[in-house]
């Protein structure tokens, strides 16, 4: 790739992702969910004052009491008693009470538990735009369980033009909850294509851009999600003329 090609790259993806970070950051105002409260079903519930077995145990909280579960170190729980008293609870002990519905309280594997908290995402890819070779990173907000809006941003290094690509999107992650797990999503955004100099006639496109996508998702630790995805894009470069393109990619997100 040339100089002057990679510096134009590097300057595309850094204005596109500005743009979706601004984007993410009026996002993140939501408001916290509320604690969760569970019921212990057991004679006691024993807390202590850290989270291990090597910490004293100093409370202990009676059957048909309500206890608060505010936060989670890997096995154990920080919990909060009808009374005010704040200690740590070991999982076992909490997968024997009863939530508000009278149900036995479950947790999801520690790995995916900890992964589904974290909300802002930072990745990139490579891959193939119409057989040839494609950049691109995104920036995404996690605002439940299986939805995510993401800004990316991606350029193509042709060999007869230069392609710069930039959409926001949608997207579902039904099975979020496993660690092999799908997922499909749309978007808008904008296209642009310039032939290269030596091209006699060619004028550059830019148009109104549909995005698709289908793809897996494999959660490598609590921060670190290995993504392989099938996209399919819609340039709308006249009223009556539209430009089709497919592209795979594969990346790596990191999670704050």
Known sequence: MKQGALQSLLRNLSRGLAVALLALGALSAVPARAAERVQVADPYLELRTGPGRGYPIFHVAAREEWVEILLRHTDWFKVRTANGREGWVHRAQLE????????????????????????LELGAGYGRFKAEPMLKIWAAYRFADALTFEGTVGQVQGVFSGTDLWHFSLNAEPWSDRRLSPFFGIGVGRFKNIPNASLVSALPTNANLSHASLGLRYHLTERFVARLDYSFYTAFVADTRSLEYRAVTAGLSFFF
């Open 96 to 119: 024997t009470t009863l939530t508000e519905a009278g149900s036995r309280k479950t947790f999801r594997d520690v790995l995916l538990d900890d992964y589904l908290q974290r909300r």
